[in-house]
């Protein structure tokens, strides 16, 4: 079962920008980002196990929030916040980092 992170965007001001922001990442045409975004509804979304996904929807956030957006992130149906991403790729990152020092070590001892 894959494990979906998703946003919903609110903004009033600078929606083109932001069209042309999630438009790099996502073949969603113009209108249809617009219209997600005046209604309110599901923009984008990202595997919750997908460093790479969750770093590239953790970007376009951070973009959109400086454009004035209001972000509205959900796990499954519970709502979480930024801290909650940011700490969630940290996390990945540092799991990363443990498995090449583990690996390094399994090589050293072997040889």
Known sequence: M????YAKIKMSD???Q????IR??????IGEIKTR?????????SDYLD???????????ASLIDLG????????QAEVDMGFLNNTIETYKNI?????????????SEG
């Open 96 to 108: 990363a980092i443990d498995r090449e020092k583990l690996d390094g070590l399994m090589l050293d």
């Open 2 to 5: 894959v494990s979906i992170i």
């Open 14 to 16: 600078n929606i083109l």
């Open 69 to 76: 957006a209001e972000i509205n992130l959900y796990k499954g």
């Open 51 to 61: 460093l790479d996904q969750l770093i590239v929807m953790q970007e376009i956030l």
């Open 18 to 21: 932001a069209c042309k922001i």
């Open 37 to 45: 975004i005046e209604r309110n509804e599901t923009l984008l979304e």
């Open 24 to 29: 790099k990442h996502n073949t969603l045409p």
